[in-house]
């Protein structure tokens, strides 16, 4: 059964630096990969979704890359702002419709 | 414009008082699904629906029911709520297999009492 690992579960980092959240799962047989954005008793919004045959995405400020052969996904930050604090998750795909998630990072940046 | 609704954001009720959960999405999706999620924890799938095709997770215990009478509407029952049912209750819907991207509601803050 896939699994999937965020590590760290917190982060906080002054505002202005660079910073990059990792995700990990354990079978690459993926369809795609999405990271989300959570606040506070919010749902989750999409970030960027990477699929199978894609390296990486990129959408503003965030790039997100994907590397399926050693089961790896890392969301890059840039200059971090305030406003980037929120709960970032990952989410793999599998056919069939197939999802599964990370517990998440908690990310605090600090004005 | 919001493309997923969940209605209400937030639920209180008392333990055992029946509770619904709705869910509209705009995107005319096939593919809708329930997650439960609890505090610090990933999103755990309850249903889910290709068309009116009906799936529930082996672990989704009998006291959470769902409905889907049309491609647009969603509805998550929870029969007995008790105080381990708590939590936040997300909609979702997919792109399908061309994109299979995952776009959520708001969500539903359920508080049992």
């Known amino acids: 059964k896939q699994e999937v690992t965020q590590i760290p579960a917190a982060l906080s980092v002054p505002e202005g630096e660079n910073l990059v959240l990792n995700c990990s799962f354990t079978?690459?047989?993926?369809?795609?990969l999405q990271w989300f954005r959570q606040d506070p008793g919010k749902g989750l919004t999409s970030l960027l979704l990477?699929?199978?045959?894609?390296r990486e995405q990129t959408s503003g400020r965030l790039n997100a890359s994907l590397d399926k052969s050693s089961g790896r996904s890392t969301l890059y930050i840039a200059a971090s702002q305030p406003g980037d604090s929120a709960t970032y998750l990952c989410?793999?795909?599998?056919?069939?419709?197939?999802?599964?998630f990370g517990t998440g990072t908690s990310l605090t940046v600090i004005p | 414009d919001a493309m997923v609704i969940q209605n209400p954001r937030y639920q209180v009720t008392q333990f055992g008082k029946p509770v619904t959960l709705s869910c509209s999405q705009t995107?005319?999706?096939?593919?809708m699904y329930w997650y439960q999620q609890k505090s610090s924890q990933a999103p755990k799938l309850l249903f889910h629906?290709?068309?009116?095709?009906?799936?529930n997770e082996a672990d989704t215990p009998d006291n959470f029911q769902s409905r889907r009478p049309n491609t647009s509407f969603c509805f998550l029952d929870i029969r007995s709520p008790g105080l381990g049912d708590a939590a936040m209750y997300l909609c979702?819907?997919?792109?399908?297999?061309?994109?299979?991207?995952?776009?959520f509601g708001e969500g539903s803050r359920l508080t049992v009492l």
């Open positions: 629906y290709y068309d009116k095709d009906f799936n």
């Open positions: 990477i699929q199978s045959s894609q």
């Open positions: 979702a819907t997919d792109g399908g297999m061309v994109t299979g991207e995952l776009f």
């Open positions: 995107l005319n999706h096939n593919v």
């Open positions: 079978d690459s047989a993926i369809y795609n």
């Open positions: 989410a793999v795909m599998h056919t069939g419709n197939q999802f599964y």
